[in-house]
């Protein structure tokens, strides 16, 4: 393996505090830092009190790496900064690499359980697609299913092809009377077939799909950010520096040669 800088000891809690607040940084190290691990905001490092005391010297280099980011451009925290700009490269191997180093720092970056939710999620939808067609052939879910909507109109069902739960209000001359109607329940309130039952389930596992697909999405966009692919490169190189230097050479490649000439100011007092 291409040995990329000499080892040294790893900075401990008590001496990177100090280093912060002696470059003017105000650090916080209990607090709940806007419902992160830490948080950076103009010259102050929060890190939460939850988090342990593996995560503490990690998470304040990951802070300290955006307090130097936004040096190197003062508007990354409103545009997330720019890979060319940091790495002062445009090599199209360097987002691939960075993104491997933040799924090994952070395994939430993954998102196994929105995946594994979303593969489960899917299999109800065929499920039920495969029960429509037992009594309805040609059943498509991307056409409309006539036979259900001529028979959900006059019905307060049709309240369930948007919600999984509802009330409805139905007032008469002297009092109103309030339904609570749920997916659950389908069958105990409703007099309809099976198959127009499965339809609404089916309804509400796409509603259900298309939320997770929007967190998936949500989170990738977080974790893609330059500034966040670049807190994490250096929160890693702290975790497991041969490692990160094994999975992303062209990543710590130019990390380190910009690190020496000062580039990353002082940061490379920490790191070299």
């Known amino acids: 393996m291409e040995t990329f800088v000499q080892e040294r000891i790893k900075p401990e809690k008590k001496e990177l505090v100090k280093y912060f607040k002696s470059l003017g940084?105000?650090?916080y190290t209990s607090t709940k830092a806007r419902g992160h691990q830490g948080f950076f905001l103009k010259n102050r490092i929060d890190i939460s009190k939850n988090i342990p005391e593996n995560r503490i010297v990690p998470t304040l280099l990951h802070e300290f790496a955006h307090?130097?980011?936004?040096?190197?451009?003062?508007?990354?925290?409103?545009?997330?900064?720019?890979?060319?700009?940091?790495f002062q490269t445009d090599e199209k191997m360097l987002l691939d690499e960075l993104i491997r180093v933040t799924?090994?720092?952070?395994?939430?970056?993954?998102?196994?359980?929105?995946?594994?939710?979303?593969?489960r999620v899917k299999d109800k939808i065929k499920e039920y697609d495969k029960f429509i067609k037992l009594y309805y052939p040609k059943f498509q879910r991307s056409k409309k299913f006539k036979e259900f909507d001529k028979f959900i109109k006059k019905s307060n069902a049709r309240y369930l092809l948007k919600y999984d739960r509802v009330k409805v209000i139905e007032r008469g001359f002297f009092k109103r009377n309030i339904k609570i109607y749920t997916i659950d329940n389908i069958e105990k309130d409703f007099d309809m077939p099976q198959a127009f039952a499965a339809y609404i389930r089916l309804k509400s596992c796409t509603r259900k799909l298309a939320r997770i697909s929007s967190r998936i999405n949500k989170y990738k966009k977080y974790y893609e950010k330059p500034a966040e692919l670049f807190a994490r490169l250096v929160e890693g190189l702290y975790i497991d520096k041969e490692w990160v230097e094994a999975i992303a050479p062209t990543a710590a490649r130019h990390f380190y040669r910009l690190l020496k000439d000062g580039y990353y100011m002082e940061l490379e007092n920490i790191l070299l």
């Open 67 to 86: 307090y130097i980011h936004s040096k190197i451009e003062p508007d990354m925290a409103k545009t997330g900064g720019t890979l060319k700009v940091l």
């Open 103 to 119: 799924n090994f720092v952070d395994e939430n970056s993954l998102c196994v359980r929105l995946y594994e939710h979303k593969s």
């Open 25 to 27: 940084i105000s650090v």
